[in-house]
């Protein structure tokens, strides 16, 4: 670890956990965030969009507020879904305790309807609790984490469950979604929808009835949320970073279609945005920028 990444994780604790064999495209590790409560603003936060898919798993009074039409509730153990540019959603943790802690489980999205039976399109601008997305089985196990104290205990209990719903099979018309989202994914969002319906043998009517239908996104929307994530990502390694390098690293045409897609999402220009932050990123998924 670099010494300018110990520093921006200064005041905040990090365990990793590997998944059992079996979860490995679906989960690359279970990470236990903790950070002292005092370190915690009691500010919401404006989500930024996301190409990725997180269960949270809140251990003791640990919890987040999720307010949207100036209505706020509180959610304990909750999967978190694909934000795009219409989401209208404020967070803020809270917690009771000496420390925030909570579970966080990075699902690949190119592998989500291996553990998750639902259709892709719920999931997008939404906060789903543990019995919306198995019922029962969902409940029992908000139960089981609720009773335990032990970290790596409950870490085995997750896994556990999460091997116990995994289906290995699944339709054609699911292995196709996930066949497009992995391009899409390993190409960062670096390519128009023209090119992803060609590297993808299929039209770009096909690509855009996909998308709509089943993620209720459109694919042009979906590539610039997933430039936009690898911005962030750099941002928050390299605050410093040369503006021609990110614009090239990240595919944009030129400087002006990266300021112009950025301002877009954030309504802000990059350099002011990074005015206002400081060059610092709140460390939980969704990337957060305070509101």
């Keep these: 670890m670099s010494e300018k990444y110990e520093k921006y994780l200064e005041g905040v604790d990090f365990q990793f956990f590997s998944p059992s064999p079996i979860?490995?495209?679906?989960?690359?590790?279970y990470v236990v965030f903790c950070k002292p409560s005092h370190l915690i603003s009691n500010q919401y936060f404006y989500p930024f969009p996301n190409s990725e898919i997180e269960l949270y798993f809140h251990l003791n009074s640990s919890k987040v507020v999720i307010k949207k039409e100036n209505r706020g509730k509180f959610h304990n153990h909750f999967l978190l879904g694909l934000f795009d540019l219409s989401n209208q959603f404020l967070i803020k943790l809270h917690t009771e305790d000496k420390y925030y802690?909570?579970?966080v489980i990075s699902i690949n999205i190119c592998f989500i309807n291996h553990i998750i039976n639902i259709p892709l399109s719920r999931l997008k601008n939404n906060i789903l609790d543990l019995s919306e997305i198995w019922g029962a089985k969902g409940t029992d196990l908000s139960e089981l984490i609720y009773q335990e104290n032990n970290i790596s205990e409950i870490i085995k209990l997750i896994d556990n469950f999460l091997v116990e719903v995994f289906c290995e099979k699944i339709d054609k018309k699911s292995i196709r979604i996930n066949k497009i989202l992995k391009h899409c994914v390993e190409k960062e969002g670096q390519l128009t929808v023209d090119e992803l319906a060609s590297e993808t043998?299929?039209?770009y009517r096909t690509i855009y009835r996909i998308f709509t239908q089943e993620l209720d996104i459109c694919p042009k929307d979906y590539l610039k949320v997933l430039r936009f994530c690898k911005v962030c990502k750099l941002l928050k390694v390299y605050p410093v970073i040369d503006w021609s390098e990110l614009v090239y690293s990240c595919g944009y045409f030129d400087q002006a279609h990266f300021i112009h897609e950025f301002k877009s999402i954030m309504n802000v220009s990059p350099k002011e945005f990074l005015n206002r932050?400081?060059?610092k990123f709140n460390l939980m998924h969704p990337l957060h920028f305070e509101s």
Excluded at 23 to 29: R, T
């Design 23 to 29: 979860l490995k495209d679906c989960i690359k590790h």
């Design 201 to 203: 043998r299929l039209s």
């Design 277 to 279: 932050i400081k060059g």
């Design 101 to 103: 802690q909570c579970i």
